[in-house]
């Protein structure tokens, strides 16, 4: 299984970008979706994560209310979309497959190589 993180690029503080992760197919243990981050100078962190069935989201406090999680389960894609985007933002983004919807990254088994953005005037 592959998954390739795409969208990512320069934005101004409060702008918006879409970040997409596509899979080469679902693998067979796959129940939650989810994206982290890694600023400069940072760990990775949490951004977000959803259920294979769409039902259940959950975010880290530093993007609620800006940023949404979805997916397609029949092209086997998450999404992020991301709005008023902040300096703080900036980081590349992985997209990973795992098991079960969670925060922390020992969960998840599949990951993509990551997608840059960056936020700057």
């Known amino acids: 299984v592959q998954l390739q993180a795409s969208g990512g690029g320069l934005v101004q503080p409060g702008g918006s970008l879409r970040l997409s992760c596509a899979a080469t197919?679902?693998?067979?243990?796959?129940?939650?979706m989810g994206w982290f981050r890694r600023g400069p100078g940072k760990e990775r962190e949490f951004v977000a994560a959803i259920s294979w069935s769409g039902t259940a989201t959950i975010y880290a406090d530093s993007v609620k209310g800006r940023f949404t999680i979805s997916r397609d389960a029949a092209e086997i894609r998450v999404y992020l979309q991301m709005n008023s985007l902040t300096p703080e933002d900036t980081a590349v983004y992985y997209c990973a497959f795992g098991p079960s919807v969670a925060n922390r990254s020992a969960v998840y088994d599949h990951w993509g190589l990551g997608t840059q953005v960056t936020v700057s005037s």
């Open positions: 197919s679902r693998p067979w243990n796959t129940y939650g």
